[in-house]
């Protein structure tokens, strides 16, 4: 089956998404898909021509529908205005022909090729995690009825109202329990003395 002709929104979408990752966004560039007859050259996924000291640069991409059917590698438009852009960086130093030529272009399709496959397998690591339903929640306490005894009379507490009171209480009691028992310790004292003087008295 053959590939669609993207649309130009996307084209243009691509276009910005990887001008701002390879830091190219200095460079006026513009994006099209074209027929092969209408492209500067035969047998060309994609076409850049530019203008360094204008920072401007032009990029068809080759229309998938000239694409043979029976292609080992179908068409990548992605891929292909990844490199188109490669080449801006390479500008400076480019290679017209030659060896030194085949070389830069593998480099520049071998980095092309490696981005994108990176981009791609980390929207499909994102796909996976996003596919995991999330933890399953736990039901909150059932309410409790409220009290009718006289203890719940007056004005309504919060349960948190309630916690932060009961948490003073340990620090609180030791004073209350040693009072009373020094209190108590004087009445016993006198009754003790009481006591020992109604005896003397009645002995
Ligand atoms: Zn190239």
Redesign the pocket.
């Given at each position: 089956m053959k590939a669609k002709t993207p649309s130009q929104k996307q084209l243009d979408a691509w276009l910005r998404e990887w001008q701002r990752i390879l830091r190219l966004q200095d460079w006026e560039v513009k994006v099209a898909a074209r027929r092969e007859r209408a492209m500067h050259s035969d047998e060309?996924e994609?076409c850049?021509r530019y203008q360094p000291e204008l920072k401007r640069a032009s990029i068809h991409i080759r229309d998938p529908l000239d694409d043979p059917e029976d292609a080992d590698f179908p068409p990548d438009p992605e891929t292909t205005i990844v490199?188109?852009l490669?080449?801006l960086h390479f500008a400076p130093f480019y290679v017209t022909k030659g060896l030194l030529n085949t070389l830069?272009?593998q480099a520049?399709?071998a980095i092309a090729q490696s981005l994108v496959g990176l981009k791609r397998r980390g929207k499909a690591i994102v796909n996976k995690w996003s596919r995991i339903p999330p933890p399953v929640k736990q039901k909150p306490a059932a309410k409790q009825p409220p009290r009718t005894d006289k203890r719940a009379a007056g004005p309504a507490r919060s349960p948190g109202v309630h916690r932060r009171v009961t948490a003073k209480l340990p620090t609180a009691e030791p004073r209350a329990m040693a009072a009373p028992r020094l209190i108590s310790a004087v009445p016993m004292a006198a009754k003790r003395i009481r006591r020992a003087t109604s005896k003397s008295e009645g002995g």
């Open positions: 060309c994609g850049n490199h188109e490669l080449h830069q272009e520049i399709e």
